[in-house]
């Protein structure tokens, strides 16, 4: 039986209710001062507790998809090859200005610097620790002057950054969102963007590209899912006008109209979608990894909407395909086939959708759960995607 099979689930429940009763009904008989006693009292709770916890583990995986097998879950078995399929080159059309959520033309406040915090260090994969070979890993506190609002991350510049020949240089750069609440730390730690990204462009399979690496909400506990919320906070003017505009004014980032790419995984990847599909004229490419396509609406986001079914619409981004003109962007969907609830189905749904001048390109791996596992083996395409669809 399967991980994620409704048999092993009810026989986990079921052992875990057996063993409760029978823990109930054996411990008159634990009661004597002996050490039988005392040894069967001990395995009693501890096997009724390991029955309950597997039984809500269980549930919890069928839930959320975390493992898709017992290979999953255990590292075992064959893993399958990345799978990339569709159009791969550049969007149809040239981005419109659009400098705001709103469409129309705003005056925009003064940039602020990020703010340094420290340093991580780079899994380089043995190639060293200066940055001129392997890049440099800040920590920074990213402002948000149009929005208000402000938020940890980290920021990876690669190693051509700090190399003389390409001291004038301008980079192009991606924002890269975990899911919710998420850690901007796992970006570096479980997923290694810096060191996957610096693979790539050692082997000439990415140009030098600087990362952003954040957390979907930065108005944490509440999860914005990227939206500027009616009276409250305002998240999508946070990654569409301030982030890239403080970065730029920070570092040697380009400004133009292909410089910017957006990627996520779950909800962070619903957010790079959606904001790319909104902001062309900024993101002129994304990558959803795992992501969903229709905003969440639930205890952590509450009224994100306030009683507006056209905002609702505009945030559903099937709506946006069916019922909108197509933005001139390229983007990638990238997930596994099976083992992560109705992605594929969604996905499969969501290619089918997309009209020109929009394009859209997906990578897949055969199964896998909704997991660090399975984000990992989709970052080279991911991250090759973006780098063919940005320019400095």
Known sequence: MGLTSHKVLVLAAVTALLLTAGTVWAWPRFARPTWRAVLGRIGALLATQLAVLCALGLLANNYFSFYSSWDDLLGTGERGE?????????????????????????????????????????????????PSRVGEIQEIRIPGPASGLSTDGYVYLPPEYFQAQHAERRFPAVIVLTGFPGDAKNLITRLNYPGAALGLMAGGRMQPTVLVLMRPSPALPADSECEDVPGGVRSETYFARDV?????????????????????????????????????????????VSGYYKAAEDVSTGDLFKGSQQRRDEADLMWRLRSLPGPPVAVMLAGSREGDGDYQRETD???????????????????????????????????EFLSRHLAP
């Open 349 to 383: 749904a969501f290619v089918a959708a997309v009209r020109p001048p929009m394009t859209v390109a997906t990578a897949s791996v055969p199964t896998g759960g909704h997991n660090f596992e399975t984000w990992s083996r989709l970052l080279p395409p991911a991250l």
């Open 82 to 130: 990345v799978s990339v399929t569709g159009q791969q080159g550049e969007p149809g059309a040239g981005p419109s200005p659009n400098p705001s959520p709103s469409g129309a033309a705003v005056a925009e406040p003064p940039a602020q610097p990020v703010q340094r915090l420290g340093r991580a260090e780079v899994d380089s994969g043995g190639r060293g620790r200066e």
């Open 244 to 288: 890239p505009r403080v970065l730029a004014a920070s570092y040697r980032i380009s400004t133009g109209p292909r410089a910017w790419g957006m990627m996520g995984n779950s909800t962070g990847g619903y957010c790079a979608l959606k904001l790319t599909m909104r902001h062309p004229e900024v993101f002129p490419a994304g990558v959803s």
